[in-house]
């Protein structure tokens, strides 16, 4: 079981939760089930987000496995130019 940590402005889809359990092996599966409990998370995941798996930050790749224990934090993506 992962507890994944949101950033203040996702917590708005999730009923204001700061954090969640869930249960997920890699990137693209953590995303799916979080959609599928947090419905309103998909336009924020359209928008794009990135996830922040033991400090290392993956934005497009989704295949990536998440570790057991691993610190995980979802955060809205951040254009820059």
């Not at 994944?4 to 869930?22: C, F, K, N, P």
């Not at 799916?32 to 409990?37: C, D, F, G, T």
Request: glycine share 8%.
């Amino acid at each position: 079981m992962l507890e994944v940590s949101l950033s203040g402005s996702l917590r708005d889809a999730t009923d204001g939760a700061a954090s969640i359990e869930i249960e997920a092996r890699t990137i693209r599966e953590l995303l799916r089930k979080l959609v599928e409990r947090y419905p309103r998370l998909q336009s924020r995941i359209d928008e794009g987000v990135a996830v922040s798996v033991n400090g290392e930050i993956y934005r497009d790749n989704r295949d990536v496995p998440i570790p057991e224990g691993a610190e995980v934090f979802l955060l809205p993506r951040i254009q820059g130019g």
